[in-house]
């Protein structure tokens, strides 16, 4: 069997972090590729040799399995290791790589084949006596069988996936959801299943070798958000002691029924008020969430896949002790449906603490591009009970400093310190509606207070002249000085000798960069980071983002009444409507696509298109015109 030296890791970001630090541990050396927008991420400095793909797209990067291939050969990388996605779960690739002499560290072409249909694979489960879902179509889909869902076959990640309430929509979210598969696997085949409400994602983590396979528990994964996961966790909470060992079982025959060698997961449907589960797919490959289960069984499963590559034996699971919980952070906004975001992370710092693990992808400074999924990192905590666990993620994420873009980090907390949540009740309908009223409008006012005034210390030190005159100080006052904000925030204030005057708060201190309030008689300070228009305030209470109101505003800014912006930096995948089209409100009039996933841009109002300033395979930035509808009012 081969002894690996040199592994390069055809992926990016916090994964090929991952890979590197326990290749490190080993004393393998590390090949890291890149893509042109990827330059600047810590995980290129962390390996011991580093090509460029050159381009920003993953179908002219790290999905070209030729261009990967060459990066080994010419830096004499024995072994890859796929991480998760792109071709992690690519049978043609995995061939390759064996037939260019390198080791694939992963399971055997033949069991990525098999298990890579979601629909041949079910048929596989069914055979070897595992509980799975019926298949449907737009024949045979009854009114009876909503609400349904619609699945890649050959994905994941939420990516190619679309809830179907009916039957008339059914045709259409099928199109959009091979879309969507396609442009994220190179594979638009999907396929309908009724779709269980207030199921719950439980996986098992097995691990196949030449001597068996090896069951390393379960992990709950139904807090989701567009069907991606955002909050998992080891053991899964409230199971019953049979159905866990049931589960165990079905994956252990799961991973038996095709000789599985390697670590990989099988994933269910668990239905708690029936107390049954289904099969839902079996992923051939390490998964997001696998710290968790490192983290109560003591193990390191990328050393174990290792291990199983260079054919060497492993040694039988263990009882798992304590629990573990793990989040995703990321650059979205839940606020605005989850809307992804990109630019400049200029602060990006989380505590790293006793029974705290961090894999990030992103450190300050870097670029969040539009080109790949959103997360900028996992957050881990491990503790002798699950509650314990809960509170000290929760605290940890609290005191974080993230600046520079919206992150799901204040919905996450949330989620940690919910009721609900803490007592164990998860399901993947967890999430609707949940991200309302995160933040009480008081936290955000203080906020606003802390920022106006930390602002009007940050001009007085920027002072050249009169630089002893307090900061606001009138000779006679009139009226008090505003700060304005976006979103109809005001902050009226004054100052003198005797400091700041604001209702309802008393400034304690005030620097550029610190505020001290006292409010009803409780003092907190402020942290403030000042970038362009751009205020981040962090505080026990929280994190608060807020953006100046310029005072001058260019009228060459101004866009026309009706004008479609786009929400984000993305391509426009698809124009639906042409000029002089007869529009409602909420009719489709483009598809963008960012971050792997399609976001419709619909009619503001009922109108007609009076221009369309873009076409398919145009690419636009957050804020760009894409197109304008006219109401009779505008012509």
């Known amino acids: 069997m081969p002894t690996i030296n040199r592994v390069l890791v055809a992926n990016r970001a916090e994964i090929a972090s991952r890979v590197f630090r326990t290749c490190r541990e080993l004393g393998i050396e590390t090949v890291a590729v890149h893509s042109d927008a990827d330059s600047g991420l810590p995980y290129v400095g962390e390996a011991d040799h580093a090509v460029r793909l050159p381009g920003t797209s993953p179908a002219d990067t790290y999905l070209q399995g030729a261009l990967l291939l060459d990066a080994a050969r010419r830096t004499g990388a024995d072994a890859i290791h796929p991480g998760y996605g792109f071709l992690s779960e690519n049978a043609d690739f995995a061939r390759a790589v064996a037939a260019a002499g390198l080791t694939w560290i992963g399971p055997a072409p033949e069991s990525i084949e098999q298990m890579g249909s979601k629909i041949e694979s079910k048929k596989l489960m069914e055979a070897a006596g595992v509980p799975v879902l019926g298949n449907l179509d737009v024949e045979t889909a009854t009114e009876a069988d909503l ?15 679309r809830v179907v309430r009916s039957l008339a929509d059914l045709p259409g979210e099928i199109e959009k959801a091979r879309a969507e598969a396609e442009s994220a696997f190179g594979d638009g085949t999907v396929f309908v299943e009724p779709y269980i409400e207030q199921g719950r994602h439980v996986e098992v983590q097995v691990l196949g070798h030449g001597e068996g396979v090896e069951v390393y528990g379960e992990r709950d994964c139904s807090i989701q958000r567009r069907h991606q996961k955002v909050v998992e966790e080891a053991p899964a909470p409230a199971l019953p002691e049979p159905t866990r060992q049931a589960l165990h079982q079905a994956a252990r025959a799961a991973a038996a029924a095709i000789d599985y060698r390697g670590a990989g997961t099988v994933e269910f449907l668990y239905d708690a008020e029936r107390d049954r589960f289904f099969f839902l797919e079996m992923n051939t490959r390490l998964q997001v969430e696998h710290p968790v289960t490192e983290a109560v069984f003591g193990v390191d499963l990328v050393a174990l896949q290792i291990s199983v590559a260079e054919g060497e034996a492993v040694a039988g699971a263990v009882r798992p002790e304590g629990h573990a919980i793990e989040v995703r952070l990321y650059a979205e906004d839940p606020g605005a449906d989850y809307q992804p975001q990109s630019g400049l992370l200029t602060a990006f710092d989380i505590p790293v603490e006793d029974g705290i693990r961090v894999e990030a992808g992103f450190a300050g400074g870097n670029e969040v591009s539009t080109h790949y999924d959103a997360m900028l990192a996992k957050v881990i905590a491990r503790a002798g009970t699950r509650q314990a666990a809960a509170r000290k993620l929760a605290s940890v994420l609290s005191r974080a400093r993230i600046h520079g873009l919206a992150t799901n980090r204040d919905l996450l907390v949330a989620i940690l310190r919910d009721e609900t949540f803490v007592s164990g009740q998860v399901s993947t309908a967890f999430l609707g509606g949940f991200e309302t009223g995160l933040r009480p409008s008081s936290t955000t006012e203080a906020a606003a207070v802390a920022a106006a005034v930390a602002l009007a210390e940050r001009a007085g030190a920027a002072r050249t002249v009169q630089a002893g005159v307090p900061v606001g100080w009138r000779n006679v006052t009139s009226q008090p000085q505003r700060t304005d904000f976006e979103g109809d925030l005001v902050v009226e204030w004054l100052g003198g000798r005797d400091g700041y005057v604001v209702d309802g708060h008393v400034v304690v201190a005030a620097s550029p960069t610190s505020v001290t309030l006292e409010t009803d008689g409780v003092r907190t300070t402020y942290d ?51 000029p002089g089209a007869n529009v409602s409100a909420g009719d489709p009039v483009l598809v963008l696509e960012a971050m792997k996933m399609q976001h419709t841009v619909s009619a503001p109002h009922d109108g007609t298109v009076a221009e369309i300033h873009v076409q398919p395979g145009t690419q636009v930035a957050a804020g760009e015109v894409l197109a304008v509808v006219e109401t009779g009012e505008d012509a």
């Open 528 to 578: 403030v980071a000042v970038a362009g228009l751009v205020v981040d305030v962090d505080s026990t209470h929280g994190h608060v983002r807020l953006e100046r109101v310029p005072r001058f505003v260019d009228p060459a800014d101004a866009v026309a009444s009706g004008s479609l912006l786009a929400p984000m930096p993305g391509t426009v995948v698809r124009v639906v409507v042409e």
């Open 147 to 161: 609400p349904l869902l619609v699945k890649a076959s050959a994905g994941g990640g939420g990516r190619g996936m």
